[in-house]
T-cell receptor, first 111, second 117 residues
Framework: KQEVTQIPAALSVPEGENLVLNCSFTDSAIYNLQWFRQDPGKGLTSLLL?????REQTSGRLNASLDKSSGRSTLYIAASQPGDSATYLC??????????FGKGTMLLVSP | DGGITQSPKYLFRKEGQNVTLSCEQN?????MYWYRQDPGQGLRLIYY???????QKGDIAEGYSVSREKKESFPLTVTSAQKNPTAFYLCASSIPSGVLLNTGELFFGEGSRLTVL
């Protein structure tokens, strides 16, 4: 059974810092890896999706990388803002459309 | 606007009652999913469906049932057999990742919070 681990479980930074969230997975036959954002009491919003043939994806201040050989993905957030405060989840797809989720990293950006 | 609509947002149930959570999507996606989210445990897959009139059990299907009579709709029934139903339930949809050139990107609804009294 695939496992996805996210480190750290929680992170608190001052506004303006650059930060990295980590995601590791055990399945070498990964199809894609997706990063989500979840605000309290809300659903998940897709941030970035990296297909297995890609090494990174960028959207605004966000950059996600994928290293299949080491089983790791990172989400880099540049110039963090208080509005970035949320829980960030990664999920990998290996089989036919079912995703395995990590437990998330809770991020707090203080003004 | 295209998206996934879950209802109700909040639901209270007495022990021994069955309740049904609604999930409707107008994204023309073939695949739909139900996840359960508990504090500290992440998201766990309950059921999923790749096409109409077909669905498969996920990791924690016991005490739940689903139907997929229409492409747009994938309701989840939480039965009295579910021992600990209090949780946040999330519905999602995607084009199945096995489809050529599809990324398999998953889109979520806003969730339904079920509380057993």
């Amino acid at each position: 059974k695939q496992e996805v681990t996210q480190i750290p479980a929680a992170l608190s930074v001052p506004e303006g810092e650059n930060l990295v969230l980590n995601c590791s997975f055990t399945d070498s036959a990964i199809y894609n890896l997706q990063w989500f954002r979840q605000d309290p009491g809300k659903g998940l919003t897709s941030l970035l999706l990296i297909q297995s043939s890609q090494r990174e994806q960028t959207s605004g201040r966000l950059n996600a990388s994928l290293d299949k050989s080491s089983g790791r993905s990172t989400l880099y957030i540049a110039a963090s803002q208080p509005g970035d405060s949320a829980t960030y989840l990664c999920a990998e797809t290996s089989g036919y459309s079912t995703l395995t989720f990590g437990k998330g990293t809770m991020l707090l950006v203080s003004p | 606007d295209g998206g996934i609509t879950q209802s109700p947002k909040y639901l209270f149930r007495k022990e021994g009652q069955n309740v049904t959570l609604s999930c409707e999507q107008n994204l023309n996606h073939d695949a739909m999913y139900w996840y359960r989210q508990d504090p500290g445990q992440g998201l766990r897959l309950i059921y999923y469906s790749q096409i109409v009139n077909d669905f498969q059990k996920g990791d924690i299907a016991e005490g739940y049932s689903v139907s997929r009579e229409k492409k747009e709709s994938f309701p989840l029934t939480v039965t009295s057999a579910q021992k600990n139903p209090t949780a946040f339930y999330l519905c999602a949809s995607s084009i199945p990742s096995g489809v050529l050139l599809n990324t398999g990107e998953l889109f979520f609804g806003e969730g339904s919070r079920l509380t057993v009294l």
